[in-house]
């Protein structure tokens, strides 16, 4: 088996190889509902990722950016932090958020164009807004660190990042704040070897986790696959960040088994073989097969899981589907304060026109 060309170098960390033998202590201090906790989240968000991808291509989402491959470096992420540590995504989280308790109808209202501002109540969920303009929720998540650090609070901030997003100038300063102001955070970089057509050779010469030691804080490679290995690297840099020990910079390698998103057509730049190889190294499967062996998890449980994820991928469909285009108005509410009239103007012409076009020829 060929790991994908982005894992090459350094070994990561790693408790199960591929095939779901322990190659390293798979006690990682969770119960054993709390192991199971973890594939019965990777099965239902999987199940969730392949609906919103045929609710976009029949034309209920305008765009959605999947994350198949990619669960367990979310589960293991989300799963490692207590309850009111905070999550600052990037766009391709929603693994993360059904753990963290984000309402998946709320979040897709987004890609439905329901509602264009948060759809969820980051502080109710303490998992912050959709961001898609790249690497800038970095510097708000240190900023979350610093500030939650200053009001003496007991929280810790995770600002998950691609590998395409370390080029940013927003990691490179959020990076080197978190690590001089000892900011409670963890920077997770999901390093799943694209960034939309840029492979990571082409994006970044070096291993990303390496550059920690220049910002003066650790750092990890852990396997992104691997959600036991992703459970305990995050928790351990969650309770260093707890106990005043400051920032930790997690490279978890992984891979994307889709498009960048349903606007993206991936076989005009990569090779379907390489798709293809990395489903090998598949994150359920790898953990489903230890857990079976190791006597936690059994056939009709699994079974189960299946159902129930097909009722709650059901359920979200149902839901979202029966979401009818916000009101034309809210194109220009929440934009000022005290509006100027060349706005009100606007919004007079504009709603104006809208109607004519509702009412028809
Ligand atoms: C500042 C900015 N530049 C460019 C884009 C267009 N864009 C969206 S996602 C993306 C690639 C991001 O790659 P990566 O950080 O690896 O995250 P991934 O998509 O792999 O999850 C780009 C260039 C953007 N949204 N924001
Ligand atoms: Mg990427």
């Known amino acids: 088996m060929q ?9 990561p960390v790693r408790i199960l190889a591929p095939d779901g033998t322990p190659v390293g202590e798979p006690d990682v201090g969770l119960d054993p509902e709390g192991l199971r906790s973890l594939a019965r989240w990777m099965v239902l968000a999987r199940r969730l990722d392949r609906e919103c991808v045929a609710l976009q291509r029949q034309g209920e989402l305008t765009v959605y950016p999947g994350f198949e491959g990619q669960e367990a470096a979310q589960v293991g992420t989300a799963a490692a932090l207590g309850p009111d540590d905070v999550v600052f995504p990037t766009f391709r989280e929603l693994a993360a958020a059904l753990v963290r308790g984000v309402d998946p109808v709320r979040y897709l209202w987004y890609h439905r164009g329901t509602w264009h501002g948060g759809p969820y109540d980051p502080r109710a969920t303490g998992f912050g807004p959709i961001c898609v303009p790249v690497a800038t929720q970095l ?17 810790v901030t995770v600002g998950f990042i691609g590998d395409g997003a370390t080029s940013e100038g927003d990691f490179h300063e959020a990076a080197n704040l978190a690590a001089v102001r000892r900011a409670p955070c963890v920077l997770v970089v999901q390093n799943n070897g694209w960034a939309i057509s840029v492979p990571t050779a082409a994006q970044t010469a ?29 928790r351990e840099a969650v309770e260093r960040a707890r106990r005043g020990g400051g920032p930790t910079l997690i490279e978890a390698l992984t891979y994307r088994i889709g498009a960048h998103s349903t606007a993206d057509d991936a076989a005009r730049y990569r090779d379907p073989e390489e798709v293809e190889r990395a489903r090998a190294f598949d994150p359920i499967a790898r953990y489903t097969a230890w857990l079976t062996a190791a006597g936690h998890l059994d056939e009709a449980t699994l079974a189960a899981w299946e159902q129930e994820a097909e009722r709650f991928a059901g359920r979200v469909r149902a839901e979202l589907v029966e979401q009818g285009p916000p009101p034309d108005a809210w194109l220009f509410e929440w934009v ?23 009412a028809g020829p």
């Open 139 to 155: 510097p708000h998540a240190v900023g979350h660190a610093i500030g939650t650090a200053l009001d003496g609070r007991d929280v």
């Open 206 to 234: 070096g291993e990303i986790w390496r550059r920690a030691d220049g910002y003066g804080m650790p750092g990890v490679r852990v396997d992104g696959n691997d959600v036991l290995a992703v459970y305990r690297v995050v």
């Open 336 to 358: 000022y304060a005290a509006p100027p009239a060349t706005f009100e103007r606007e919004r007079e012409a504009a709603l104006a026109a809208l109607g004519d076009e509702a």
């Open 3 to 11: 790991p994908p060309e982005h894992w090459r170098g350094t070994e």
